[in-house]
């Protein structure tokens, strides 16, 4: 084990460029094995100021990563779909399993479904048959808006609820 986590904890990260035993113990790994030198022992003062030290070298590279990482993220992300509660949504078949022998021939979305309640920030409650035996709570991502009519003096027809529910296994 010994010889697995050496080589881990002596190798610098791309976040920081520290090793981790460096970031958190402010001196670089030195087993016995390796060498024959003895700790330095440091007083609690120097100790501090040489974390502080640390702490302030991994600042700024770690920001950097983390700008980094938001502006990949930014590019993909989504703007959140504008729901609200008795809306009509679709719900993605994504994870949903049904009997067709292939998901090929199944629909991708089902629906329409009514929002019952926003749960949280990203999460709603639908109104589903129980015949469907699943949790009604589902993530935004899986939903999306009925499209409905830009029409004047047209129905909005929905679909049979007998379609929406299919042959779910």
Do not use: C
């Not at 070298?57 to 502006?71: D, F, G, H, I, V």
């Amino acid at each position: 084990m010994l010889l697995a986590e050496h080589p881990y904890n002596n190798s610098a990260t791309n976040a920081h460029n520290m090793t981790p035993f460096f970031a958190n113990y402010s001196f670089h790994i030195q087993p016995k094995w390796m060498t024959a030198r003895e700790a330095h022992k440091t007083e609690a003062t120097m100790y501090a100021h040489l974390m502080q030290d640390i702490d302030q070298q991994a600042k700024q590279p770690l920001e950097n990563t983390r700008e980094s990482m938001k502006k990949y993220y930014d590019r993909k992300a989504t703007e959140q779909p504008n729901i609200a509660v008795g809306n009509l949504v679709m719900l993605n078949a994504k994870n949903i399993y049904t009997k067709p022998p292939s998901k090929k021939l199944s629909p991708k979305v089902y629906g329409p479904f009514k929002v019952l309640e926003k749960k949280a920030i990203r999460a709603y409650k639908l109104e589903i048959s129980p015949r469907w035996e699943i949790h009604p709570l589902f993530r935004v991502s899986l939903l999306e808006l009925y499209p409905s009519s830009n029409r004047a003096n047209r129905e909005q027809l929905l679909r049979n609820s007998k379609d929406s529910e299919g042959n779910l296994q």
